[in-house]
């Protein structure tokens, strides 16, 4: 498999941030992982609001620190995918989000590419943020997502529905 890194997005990266936003639209795929990339025009605006998420104090009302992360293929500097790790729980991430939240672009779906995303990720919670364990969620006809987080060892905890959106998750937590 390819080497793959997570780095922290840049405006280096804003033709490839925006690229990847509509190669899921055009997919009609969901954008886990991307914090609020589906609300913003350009990845300038999103780089902004993201880096809200790094600073109690600029943290909106209700919502928890956060850091983003795009990852990158080494052997061409390519965005293949997109992760964010919440660094705590609120009652909401609690019961539906968890601690963790990704993608892959469709164009690169099959290369084991959300996996060791994932691995990293967990890698870097447990080294930078101190976790002992992580919640991870994923819809319950999300079979990759799911084989994805058994192969990061999730185990499974139970299954809820998410009323707003309609729809069912299952819960997995991961010992890091």
């Not at 890194?5 to 990847?20: F, R």
């Not at 190669?23 to 605006?45: H, N, P, Q, V």
């Not at 990158?72 to 992760?83: T, W, Y």
């Amino acid at each position: 498999m390819e080497k793959l890194k997570l780095i922290l997005p840049t405006m280096a990266y804003a033709d490839q941030i925006m690229d990847y936003k509509a190669e899921c639209r055009a997919a009609d795929s969901s954008m886990d992982g991307c914090g609020s990339l589906r609300r913003f025009d350009t990845a300038e605006e999103w780089l902004a609001d993201s880096a809200l998420y790094t600073d109690p104090a600029t943290l909106p009302e209700g919502k928890v620190l956060a850091t983003q992360f795009i990852t990158v293929r080494e052997s061409d500097d390519k965005l293949v995918g997109m992760l964010q790790v919440r660094h705590y729980l609120n009652d909401y991430l609690e019961q539906f989000g968890g601690h963790i939240g990704y993608s892959v672009r469709p164009s690169e779906r099959r290369k084991g590419y959300a996996t060791e995303q994932l691995r990293q990720a967990l890698l870097w919670c447990k080294e930078e943020l101190g976790l002992d364990k992580v919640l991870i969620t994923c819809l319950t006809d999300n079979e990759g997502s799911r084989r994805t987080i058994l192969k990061c060892g999730g185990v499974y905890e139970s299954t809820i529905h998410e009323p707003d959106m309609n729809v069912d998750l299952e819960r997995y937590w991961i010992t890091l």
